[in-house]
């Protein structure tokens, strides 16, 4: 099993300012079969980017992904008030399609 | 685009079972996968299981394999988890997904995301 490891656990930032993820994976990610999610309190997560570096449809440019084998970041470049969120990351390379833990985002 | 709408909150006893329901609506149902994904009260996400309606084979996480049955409903566009012997630590929102797939037809990212359904075991 693939497991996955984010940092920071919570990240503390203003408006304005840019966001800097990181994943981890146990295992090289083949394909850079990884995606990003962001979850606000009391609704479902929503996929935010996959294939490492791919926007989802909707998903504002200030959202980006980059990384390949082990290593991968999710940059929000300049924070909406709506951006303050939990964000996990998920490889899809080998099942069972494991979760990171999160980061916390928080004002 | 495809919209997944769960069953309500369910409140069950130590030992007993609970079935969730995802309904589909507005795309083609059968050919990509369902996937379940829950979340404890506080915590991450744990991929379940899930199962392509078209092949209706099951693929289970092995932490859940003798516990969870999952199974879809061509007819009705609906797809289902079952979870058996309910422990309070199966206490959790569970979410159904649409998984997308390659062209080799691997399971990939999942989106769209049902709304969750609460199911808490208490005696």
């Known amino acids: 099993e693939i497991m996955l490891t984010q940092s920071p656990g919570t990240l503390s930032l203003s408006p304005g300012e840019r966001a800097t993820l990181s994943c981890r994976t146990s295992q090289s990610v083949r394909s850079s079969y990884l995606a990003w999610y962001q979850q606000k309190p009391g609704q479902a997560p929503r996929l935010l980017i996959y294939?490492?570096?791919s926007r989802a449809t909707g998903i504002p440019d200030r959202f980006s992904g980059s990384g390949s084998g082990t290593d991968f970041t999710l940059t929000i470049s300049r924070l909406e008030p709506e951006d303050f969120a939990v964000y996990y990351c998920?490889?899809?390379?080998?099942?069972?399609?494991?979760f990171g833990q999160g980061t916390k985002l928080e004002i | 685009q495809v919209q997944l709408v769960q069953s309500g909150a369910e409140v069950k006893k130590p030992g007993s079972s609970v079935k969730v329901s995802c309904k589909a609506s507005g795309d083609t149902f059968s050919s990509y996968p369902i996937v379940w994904v829950r979340q404890a009260p506080g915590q991450g996400l744990e991929w379940m299981g899930g199962?392509?309606?078209?092949?209706?084979?099951?693929n289970y996480a092995q932490d859940f394999q003798d516990r969870v049955t999952i199974s879809a409903d061509k007819s009705t566009s609906t797809g289902y988890l079952e979870l058996n012997r309910l422990r309070p630590e199966d206490t959790a929102v569970y979410y159904c997904?649409?998984?997308?797939?390659?062209?080799?037809?691997?399971?990939?990212?999942?989106?769209?995301w049902g709304q969750g359904t609460l199911v808490t075991v208490s005696s």
């Open positions: 997904a649409r998984a997308w797939t390659g062209q080799l037809l691997e399971w990939l990212y999942f989106d769209p």
């Open positions: 998920q490889q899809y390379a080998d099942s069972p399609y494991s």
């Open positions: 199962i392509i309606p078209m092949f209706g084979t099951p």
């Open positions: 294939d490492a570096s």
